[in-house]
């Protein structure tokens, strides 16, 4: 079996982010919004749908950043103060398990060698099968219907 971790992006990143005006906000084309359903907002640094209530921010983000043609940005979602997401090795949280999902996989190049969208509890069948092959270096996770990216995969 080959395993993996799904991996969320670092909250110290845009945790300056919070501080600033709507307006500021605007200016980078983002906004600050409010989770009125739960699930709805998946954060991208918890791995978690945030609870209704929570202050989060839409922004873009680019997530495929190599010089590839693969290269890529989309609006995420990141939740005031979430906490990063630390799961163990092959495990897909409801985040992901209750999402129509789109896997893609890179090799070192930065070139997508495969791709299928899937419900997300058959994500950790997807991941290992693409992680099988030895030239896949990292896989993506998206959310199909929206086509935001969601979380990477990587060898664990």
Do not use: W
Request: with cysteine.
């Amino acid at each position: 079996m080959n395993s993996f971790r799904l991996v969320g992006l670092p909250f110290e990143s845009f945790a300056h982010l919070f501080a600033l005006s709507d307006a500021e906000l605007s200016a980078r084309n983002a906004r600050r919004v409010f989770a009125t359903t739960k699930p709805g907002y998946p954060c991208r640094v918890s791995l978690a749908d945030a609870d209704i209530g929570d202050e989060l921010l839409l922004l873009p983000f680019e997530h495929q950043p190599a010089n590839s043609p693969y290269r890529s940005s989309g609006p995420i979602f990141v939740r005031k103060a979430a906490v990063p997401g630390r799961l163990d090795a092959g495990v897909v949280p409801d985040y992901v398990r209750t999402r129509l999902i789109s896997v893609r996989a890179y090799d070192q190049a930065h070139l997508m060698t495969d791709a299928l969208v899937c419900d997300g509890a058959g994500a950790a069948a997807a991941i290992q099968a693409m992680f099988a092959r030895e030239e896949v270096a990292y896989i993506h996770l998206h959310n199909a219907n929206r086509g935001c990216f969601s979380c990477a995969a990587v060898r664990a």
